[in-house]
């Protein structure tokens, strides 16, 4: 059974950094294209950015572009998110999600099981 | 970005009923509607892709239909495991977008 496991969240001030992590096992990592998507109650649940399978393309949604990067290891089997200048709006759940395909097109068949991340004074 | 709306935004049901939940996308997104079912306090799940197509493992009670705009979601027998919150997803272009959900609770 495919396995996603995070980690990484906690709590940071603004303008602080994080990086989130991804561990993937179960399947062949190298070969699906994975997504980062981010809930909190009151805006609902946010796709993030998404990285094809070789790490070749990368998508972001304005909100974090410019701030966050995707990027991934496929010698380790595992995604990251590293978060730069972070805003207490960025506090949410973040997960990490794999798409169907190779490059980020199609949806979202596994989740890992979220990492939070509160950014407060 | 395309706005996804779903309605209604929550429904009381009871075991056994017939359930559906609807989802419109503010444009044309042809056959890229996805739908998951999140319970508190974990991820979501893939329930169907492509409008109609079960994902493995899915109770075949759980159904989608529609075209270019407009989609449903349909439960077919309540179950006490389906009470929890549905969102739909378009993965037609960047940024992809979820509905606002709709939590189904019990009557």
């Known amino acids: 059974q495919v396995q996603l496991g995070q980690s990484g969240g906690g709590v940071v001030q603004p303008g602080g950094s994080l990086r989130l992590s991804c561990a993937a096992s179960k399947f062949t990592f190298s070969t699906y294209a994975m997504d980062w998507v981010r809930q909190t109650p009151d805006k609902g649940l946010e796709w993030v950015a998404a990285?094809?399978?070789?790490?070749?393309?990368?998508y972001y949604a304005d909100s974090v572009k410019g701030r966050f990067t995707i990027s991934r290891d496929n010698s380790k089997n595992i995604l990251y998110l590293e978060m730069n200048n972070l805003r207490p709006e960025d506090t949410a759940m973040y997960f990490c999600?794999?798409?169907?395909?190779?490059?980020?097109?199609?949806?979202?068949?596994?989740w890992g099981q979220g990492a939070l991340v509160t950014v407060s004074p | 970005d395309i706005q996804m709306t779903q309605s209604p935004s929550s429904l009381s049901a009871s075991i056994g009923d017939r359930v559906s939940i609807t989802c419109r996308a503010s444009?044309?997104?042809?056959?890229?509607l996805n739908w998951y079912q999140q319970k508190p306090g974990k991820a979501p799940k893939l329930l169907i892709y492509y409008i109609s197509n079960l994902q493995s493992g899915v109770p075949s009670r759980f159904s989608g239909s529609g075209s270019g705009t407009d989609f449903t979601l349909t439960i077919s027998g309540l179950q006490p495991e389906d009470f929890a919150t549905y969102y739909c997803q378009e993965s037609d272009s960047f940024p992809w977008t979820f509905g606002q959900g709709t939590t189904v609770d019990m009557k």
């Open positions: 999600a794999r798409d169907r395909g190779r490059t980020p097109k199609y949806y979202f068949d596994y």
């Open positions: 990285i094809s399978f070789d790490g070749g393309d990368k």
């Open positions: 444009q044309n997104i042809n056959y890229y």
